[in-house]
């Protein structure tokens, strides 16, 4: 079985700032981040798709206690985003302290950035991770 979208180049292409999406053929469903069958209908008839980065958050929630390796990062605010193109994608929210966050931050505009992680003893190596800022 082939991979449409492995997870080496969709985490290339966000180095790029560009978010890739698997479409389904038979119901239309988009997938992010790629997945080897559709999560909606299971069917394997997919294509490779450039999606905008854009959306509103749906929720959130700050991190106070890192996990090993990222320590020094804590405190942060992920976010999940509802994507124009339908699917939800979480992301680190920059620009703005996560210590401040409210429920305020529903419903707000983000765009896609990234930032890329280096790895740890559990990965494979430096990792690229979709960033969100306020789109203006």
């Known amino acids: 079985m082939e991979y449409k979208l492995t997870f080496k180049e969709y985490n290339e292409a966000l180095k790029k700032d560009k978010l890739l999406g698997l479409k389904c053929k038979e119901c239309g469903k988009i997938n992010v981040p790629p997945k080897m069958v559709c999560g909606q209908c299971t069917s394997l008839d997919m294509e490779v798709v450039e999606l905008s980065g854009k959306g509103n958050i749906q929720t959130f929630t700050t991190v106070f206690v890192a996990p090993e390796g990222r320590e020094a990062e804590a405190p942060y605010t992920i976010v ?4 124009d193109e339908g699917p939800w994608i979480a992301g680190n929210l920059i620009d703005i302290d996560p210590g401040k966050v409210t429920m305020e931050l529903i419903g707000k505009r983000v765009k896609l950035g990234h930032k890329v992680f280096p ?11 979709p960033l969100f800022s306020f789109e203006s």
Do not use: W
């Open 80 to 83: 999940m985003v509802e994507l």
């Open 119 to 129: 790895g740890d003893k559990y990965s494979a190596g430096d990792m690229a991770r």
